[in-house]
């Protein structure tokens, strides 16, 4: 079966670091772009991060600097590590895969990330 | 950053009947929008792409038209299934940004 699965929400508290995984089956990542969206609770999805086919990244303005997405093809593995974590970081974050550059037709069932002390 | 300004927040209709969706731009994207269904406790799913091709799965009933500034999706016959959230998406200029989304519920 085509899936992405993400692992690694969790509670954090502000000023802490996670890194999620998004595990890739059924295909090979390799040549596929990929991203994360989030959706805060209640909330519309917001784009995040993504990440070309040979690394080169891209970022939202409310994460650069903090967040560091990235991939391994041989694992069909994308990472997203996010440092220096907010209470507004707080959300669902999907792992998507990247129809043609860039809508996102493969979506993992998201991981909970929860900033607070 | 492009805006995306969907109408009206929430659609209320019953099944078999036509549905409409619109989607504004705060600057043109040409045909570079695309739109999603997401249900309750559901990841998103990719409906239309290029503001007027269909998704692989996506049922002939689902339609979009549009470019520059002016999107609308078109449900032809609702069926219970269809009743969710909708958002549209635009890829023509980063950061990607999506719509505040339209609530599709039962009459």
């Known amino acids: 079966e085509v899936q992405l699965v993400e692992s690694g929400g969790g509670l954090i508290q502000p000023g802490g670091s996670l890194r999620l995984s998004c595990a890739a089956s059924?295909?090979?990542?390799?040549?596929?772009?990929m991203g994360w969206v989030r959706q805060a609770p209640g909330k519309g999805l917001e784009w995040v991060s993504a990440?070309?086919?040979?690394?080169?990244?891209a970022y939202a303005d409310s994460v650069k600097g903090r967040f560091t997405i990235s991939r391994d093809n041989s694992n069909g593995t994308v990472w997203l590590q996010m440092n220096s974590l907010r209470g507004e970081d707080t959300a669902v974050y999907y792992c998507?895969?990247?129809?043609?550059?860039?809508?996102?037709?493969?979506w993992g069932r998201g991981t909970l990330v929860t900033v607070s002390s | 950053e492009i805006v995306l300004t969907q109408s009206p927040d929430t659609l209320s209709l019953s099944p078999g009947e036509r549905a409409t969706l619109s989607c504004r731009a705060s600057?043109?994207?040409?045909?570079?929008l695309g739109w999603y269904q997401q249900k309750p406790g559901q990841a998103p799913r990719l409906l239309i792409y290029?503001?007027?091709n269909r998704a692989t799965g996506t049922p002939a009933r689902f339609s979009g038209s549009g470019s520059g500034t002016d999107f609308t999706l078109t449900i032809s016959s609702l069926e219970p299934e269809d009743f969710a959230l909708y958002y549209c998406?635009?890829?023509?200029?980063?950061?990607?940004?999506f719509g505040g989304g339209t609530k599709v519920e039962i009459k």
């Open positions: 998507a895969k990247v129809l043609l550059p860039w809508y996102f037709d493969l």
């Open positions: 059924g295909f090979r990542i390799s040549g596929k772009y």
């Open positions: 990440i070309y086919s040979d690394g080169a990244a």
């Open positions: 600057q043109s994207v040409s045909s570079y």
């Open positions: 290029d503001a007027a």
């Open positions: 998406q635009q890829r023509s200029n980063w950061p990607l940004t």
